[in-house]
């Protein structure tokens, strides 16, 4: 049965284990999150010596899986058979071997516990897939869309009890992207140097995601939304200075991917937040920034910047780019855009 992984990992808290696990999908978080559940409880410690066996796909063939699902447990309830990266399973494409897998998934050794975890989608049409679909819990984990990171950080930090500030989730989106577990791990790092009842804020991640305090992409981003000349053109003066530190790549993707919604706006006639979440597929967190931006460059503007920015990014590559560094080359661009 295709469970989500809140789901599975409410049953597996009940202690309550299917004999089969398809735990799949392109979106590591997950699949890893409940595997690694199931290494570290479903067996007692005792048994594990004798019942617990780990691989790793590219390791086993199809019939030495099926061999070890079919034995019984060495003087235990149980024994769980987890095998990773299980889309590198040998003979995996074979027709015979996935008729092999299917008649397993039919019917499974009640005191089997058998976890395949793929870090990529399996092919649901797959009859063997269905089978594990159909007799036991096969999770999909996909990655997530930009526009719904903001809520996961939200959904998150309350499942650990904790608050965060509009901004402040801003800013781990901006700096961390949509790799869930690396946002995972730079939260729980926050969680373990906050004070007790303290927030989540702007500062408390500047100082823990090791976010410069008032020279990064955001802030830069921030400053063009606004048009504040001076705190843009010291952000750039600081990224020139800085070049390792602050490559010419990320700002040009960043700025084109804004500045590509701004013109999205100025085209939609209906511009009420939830809308424009739709249309820009964006959390309606972001939206006022997009209002904000269309409001300070009109629609001439925009076409100007994202021209401008296509140019940067051909600098940045080395194409026309003659004597200018990455650094006057973005300040050249940011000139154009402020005035």
């Not at 099926?66 to 889309?87: D, G, T, Y």
């Not at 961390?176 to 927030?199: F, P, Q, T």
């Not at 994202?306 to 051909?314: C, E, G, T």
Request: hydrophobic share 40%.
């Amino acid at each position: 049965m295709s469970k989500t992984a809140s789901e599975v990992l409410k049953d597996l808290k009940k202690k309550v284990y299917s004999p089969t696990y398809l735990l799949h999908g392109d979106e590591p978080y997950y699949t890893e999150k409940i595997s690694d559940y199931i290494e570290d409880h479903a067996l007692a410690s005792g048994d594990r010596s004798f019942n617990q066996f780990i691989f790793f796909g590219k390791d086993l063939t199809i019939p030495a899986l099926l061999s070890h699902a079919k034995r019984f447990p060495m003087m235990a309830e149980r024994q769980l058979i987890l095998v990773k990266e299980a889309q590198g399973l040998q003979g995996i494409e074979q027709k015979e071997m996935q008729v092999a897998l299917e008649n397993y998934a039919k019917k499974p050794l009640s005191s089997t516990i058998l976890v395949l975890v793929f870090k990529t989608a399996a092919d649901e049409r797959k009859t063997w897939v269905k089978a594990f679909d159909k007799a036991g819990v096969m999770m999909p984990s996909k990655k997530l869309y930009d526009s719904k990171i903001p809520d996961w950080i939200l959904e998150y930090c309350h499942e650990n009890g904790l608050k965060i500030s509009r901004k402040a989730i801003e800013m781990l989106c901006e700096n961390v992207g949509n790799d869930l577990k690396r946002l995972a791990s730079e939260i729980d790092k926050i969680m373990l140097n906050l004070r007790v009842d303290e927030e989540i804020n702007a500062q408390v991640v500047e100082k823990f995601v090791g976010i410069s305090k008032e020279y990064n992409y955001f802030e830069f981003q921030k400053a063009l939304i606004n048009k504040d000349v001076l705190k843009a053109n010291q952000i750039v003066n600081f990224f020139a200075a800085n070049p390792k530190d602050n490559p010419l790549a990320p700002i040009v993707i960043l700025l084109y991917s804004f500045f590509s919604k701004v013109l999205l706006t100025h085209v939609t006639q209906d511009k009420s937040e939830r809308n424009l979440a739709i249309v820009l597929g964006v959390n309606p967190f972001f939206t006022k920034d997009y209002g904000l931006a269309a409001r300070n460059y009109n629609l001439l503007k925009v076409f100007q910047i994202i021209s401008d920015i296509k140019k940067l990014d051909l600098k940045s590559k080395g194409v026309e780019a003659g004597s200018l560094t990455d650094g006057e080359a973005l300040r050249e661009m940011t000139f154009r855009t402020l005035h």
